[in-house]
């Protein structure tokens, strides 16, 4: 890739930006090099950071890595997927809530509040702590500090998701200089590495989304033509059917419902999380799921779960109908479909895709890092070093303005290019009338109770004239991020008219203030605590698969002298266990995975005989 | 845009052709207009002044959203004509769009009652109804012909009788279209946007 970036060394003393994609089930962090755009590591070499938060009683929080593995002993203080909550009022997830062991928190009209034990938490300061995390990786990995990031968003996430994306990275300490929307960050990293020229559709099934976007790519010019999608669509719907036969299973077999247990629900999505990638490359598997000393394990053939899911994936035909409509391209003129997000790796959806565009789609992009790698290309672009390309992108849904009898009258529509602005004037309807109130919506649809409000503006202080006298200019900007701005000005004086802002949906202004201050104040302390926290973390889970292997039939076959290091080394590590010294900690659970060394390849081997046994059809 | 002395961007002009740096017409040459539309992208973007002054920033946002609201009413024939009548002091809007032009009233009648039986289960009417459908893209190519021909007598010409006659027909195109629109709706299988 490195012959098309025109780089300008002269850019670098500014800072880095980083290309962060801030996924429903993992995240990622990428960079820009000499050589291309690259992820960055965490500290244990993986490249996703599962988008996991947990919050400890003692106030402590974890993310990422660390957080999953409380996942299944904390599962009601721990937090995952909540991306989709973001921008949300507790009404709109009454279905999703099903879902999720979480108790939603007194006042979640306008914003979600997660009650986590004593603390109620939303939905951006929950991503932040994500960020955070991901901020953390990039400063370890580059040395330096990382304050400015171009963060990635469904692209049809509308004005109330992006603010709460936006305030997300503000707590977590990051300047968003852009948000990007995914399927164009992942056609511009497809784009400067495999074509330069045509028309080019993204289609991107993550875990809890689904967007589709169609581009004409032009010399370094990637103009999205259309885009389309459904921010309640992924992979997550997928597991939550096998979810569902799961529960009924295990009711009948076992005489038990276990669906209101977090650690049990935990534990059996990742079960069959494990089974839905398997069957991407066999075609049977079985879910295995062990609880409490029961165990269940049922087939799955590819073709029951094609049955099973296949309603989910044609709900994506029908966006990409209306993307190549609005597009204004005939499905012939679509030179290549870019395939994006895990879900994509299902055979199912290839074929649907292939079917639908009438054309092989592109797989050679890793479908989970496509995407932070064209946000650090956007990254690039931003701070000057990559001077050749350029995303012009659209906004995924029309603006309106409320009108009589609850009619929206559309001023910008969907798919406009941004930055998009419009005009509208305002008077008023009584004599010496003060204030105007404009309740602006987003949506397709012709009446304001069937489209997304997002906020009201309510023009003050109009000087005092008769009826319809004032003349207010109302100017209506969405910016290259999809938010929308809005100014006023008097038009008989040309002076500016005050608007205050009260958005629908999430955080004021101030609410965001006082969490940024509580971030920063906090920051030190939690980086000591946090590496206590993370190594008592990794010692649970040593400890626990120690404890578990002691059932295991390998255990018989070590010798005595073995087995009495490993007991020592556990004694060890329980003694400094509650200890403020991280290294220690840590030191101990490196002797005690020294210990168990032999154990583990004896059970490894026999793991993959009984595995293959497994298979076997 | 730029300023000449020291090369920041300065307040952009809101006319669109000026913009564009066309002449004012009403006929346009598309390739044309993208090529423009590309390059003022390129110089304009707030993608190119993240690292700039907070007002050449404002600038630049202000700039590209004229860029894009003026490149979106200059490649539609139809919104270009808007927009330069609208300029020359003409009244137009959707609302025009909604009177019956009198030459269809017949049409519009049959088909009002197609609808209704199809509605009803009637499948007849289908037959009748892409019959009339056939009809309305016929009337509605027919109706571009004639424009294009109004647009060219006007930038020859630069008649205002002229851009009287254009409104008239935009009038009738916009009714026509809104037709076309709702005949696919009624065609159309469930939950499928017409193509």
Known sequence: MSQVFDIDFGNHRKGRVVGIDLGTTNSLVAFLDLTGPKIIPGADGGLLVPSIVSYAEDGGVTAGNAARRLLINQPDRTVYSVKRLMGKGASDVKDELKFFPFRIAEGSESVIRLQLGAKAMTPPEISAQVLAELKRNAEAYLGEPVTQAVITVPAYFNDAQRQATKDAGRIAGLEVLRLVNEPTAASLAYGLDKRRNGIVAVYDLGGGTFDISILRLHDGIFEVLATNGDTHLGGDDIDNRLMHIAFEDIAAEWGEDISHSGEAVQTLRQAVIAAKERLSYVPLTRIEFDFRGKTYRREITQELFEGLIKDIVDRTLGPCRQCIADSRVSIEEIDEVVMVGGSTRIPLVRKAVEALFKAKPHTELNPDEVVALGAAVQAGILSGEVGDALLLDVTPLSLGIETMGGMVSKLIHRNSTIPASATEAFTTAVDGQRNVLIHVVQGERELVKDCRSLARFELKDIAPVPAGAARIEVRFLIDANGILNVSARDARTGKEQSVEVKPSYGLSEEQVEAMILESVEKAEDDFHERQVREARVEADAILAATEKARANEAWVDLSGEERARITAAVNQLLMVYHSEDHLLIRAKIGELNEATTALAETMMSTAVRVALKGTKV | ?195
């Open chain 2, 1 to 195: 845009m730029f300023c000449v002395h020291c090369g920041t961007l300065q307040p952009p002009s809101a006319d669109y052709y000026q913009f564009f740096g066309l002449k004012r017409g009403l006929a346009l040459d598309a390739p044309e207009l993208q090529r423009r539309f590309y390059e003022l992208s390129r110089k304009l973007h707030p993608d190119r002044f993240t690292r700039k002054a907070a007002r050449e920033q404002q600038y630049s946002l202000d700039a590209t959203a004229i860029l894009n609201d003026g490149y979106r009413a200059l490649r539609d024939p139809l919104a270009r004509a808007e927009y330069l009548l609208k300029q020359e002091g003409f009244d137009v809007g959707e609302q025009r769009g909604k009177d019956v032009p009198p030459e269809l009233l017949e049409e519009v009648f049959e088909l009002n009652m197609a609808i209704e039986e199809l509605r009803h289960g009637g499948e007849d009417a289908r037959g009748q109804l892409e019959e009339a459908y056939g009809r309305f893209l016929a009337m509605r190519d027919a109706i571009d012909k004639e424009l294009d021909t109004l647009y060219r007598r006007f930038d020859d010409t630069r008649d205002r009788a002229v851009l009287q006659q254009v409104r008239s027909v935009l009038n009738r195109r916009r009714y026509v279209r809104n037709l076309v629109n709702e005949v696919e709706k009624e065609l159309a299988p469930e939950g499928q946007p017409a193509q």
